[in-house]
C-alpha cells in the first residue's frame, strides 16, 4: 500500500485543487450533480438503515448511521464526483499556492453548491418523495426528525456544528491524498464521515437532501432551509478552508514556497 507523508499530501492537494478550479464547464455540472447525489444516496441509506432500529439502542443508532453513510463520500472519491465540502479545503490551499484566482475559487463554490444541490434534490424527489423511500412508515418519522433537528439549530449552534462537519470532512479527503489505492483511500476517509454524522453535525450537501425530503411532506419550509443554508455554508467554508486547507498549507506548503521563491531570487541576483 503506497503511502505519502502529510509534506507530499499537501502538494497532491494543491494540485487537486487546482484541477477542479480548471475543469470545463459540462465536466464541473455533471461531476457537481453525481457528488450531491451521491452524498443523498448516502443520506437515504443511513435513514433506510436506522429507522428501525430500537429506541432503546439510544446513540448506538447514531454510530450505525455513520457506518453507512460513508458510502456517499466512496462514491464520490472512487466513482469520481464534486463536493462543495471537498473543494473547500483543495481548492482554498491551490489559491492559497496562487495557482489559482480568488474569482475561480468563488466560481468553482458557487457552480459546484448549485450542481450538489441539483443532485441531492433530485434523489430527494424522485427516490424520496416519488418512491416514498423517506415518506412511508417508520422512515417518514425519521426523515422529519432529522429535517427538523437541521432547521431547528440557530444561526450560532448551525454554525459551529457545521464547522465541526467540514473539519471532519475536509479532513478525510485530505487523507484520501495519502494513498494511491482504492482501499487506502476508503479506509482513510471512513472514520472522519462515520465520526461526522454519529456526532450530528451539519453538512450542507447532506442538508441539501433531507431538509427538501421534510419539505416535500410539508414538515419544514423553503424559509427555513434558507435560514439554515447560510450558517452551515459559512461553519462548512470555515472548517474545510481554514482548519484544514488553511493551517495544512501553512505548516507544510507555504515553507516550500517560500524556499522556491528565495532560490529564484538568488538566481535572478547572480
Not at 4 to 32: C, D, E, R, V
Not at 140 to 168: H, M, P, R, Y
Not at 179 to 185: I, L, R
Request: with cysteine; hydrophobic share 55%.
Amino acid at each position: 500500500m503506497s503511502y505519502y507523508n502529510p509534506q507530499q499530501m499537501a502538494k497532491i492537494a494543491i494540485k487537486a485543487g487546482t484541477k477542479k478550479a480548471t475543469l470545463p464547464l459540462t465536466s464541473l455540472i455533471i461531476l457537481g450533480f453525481l457528488g450531491g447525489a451521491f452524498i443523498a444516496l448516502g443520506y437515504l441509506f443511513n435513514i433506510r438503515v436506522t429507522a428501525g432500529l430500537p429506541h432503546e439502542w439510544g446513540t448506538l443508532n447514531n454510530l450505525i448511521g455513520g457506518l453507512v453513510f460513508p458510502l456517499g463520500l466512496i462514491l464520490t472519491v472512487i466513482a469520481g464526483g464534486e463536493l462543495l465540502t471537498g473543494n473547500m479545503m483543495a481548492v482554498s490551499m491551490a489559491a492559497l499556492a496562487k495557482k489559482v484566482s480568488v474569482k475561480q475559487l468563488s466560481i468553482n463554490w458557487i457552480l459546484i453548491a448549485i450542481t450538489n444541490f441539483a443532485g441531492a434534490i433530485f434523489v430527494a424527489y424522485f427516490f424520496g418523495h416519488l418512491l416514498g423511500l423517506t415518506e412511508t412508515d417508520i422512515f417518514l418519522n425519521k426523515t422529519i426528525a432529522a429535517a427538523q433537528s437541521k432547521v431547528d439549530a440557530n444561526f450560532i449552534e448551525a454554525f459551529i456544528s457545521a464547522v465541526g462537519c467540514n473539519w471532519l470532512v475536509a479532513l478525510a479527503i485530505w487523507i484520501t491524498y495519502s494513498a494511491e489505492d482504492t482501499t487506502g483511500k476508503i479506509i482513510g476517509l471512513f472514520l472522519p464521515i462515520c465520526a461526522f454524522i454519529t456526532l450530528g453535525f451539519q453538512h450542507i450537501v447532506a442538508n441539501m437532501f433531507v431538509i427538501p425530503a421534510g419539505i416535500f411532506v410539508g414538515a419544514v419550509t423553503w424559509g427555513e432551509y434558507f435560514m439554515n443554508f447560510i450558517p452551515v455554508f459559512l461553519g462548512n467554508a470555515v472548517g474545510g478552508a481554514i482548519l484544514v486547507g488553511g493551517l495544512y498549507y501553512g505548516a507544510y506548503a507555504r515553507q516550500d514556497k517560500k524556499v522556491v521563491e528565495e532560490i529564484q531570487y538568488i538566481k535572478k541576483s547572480s
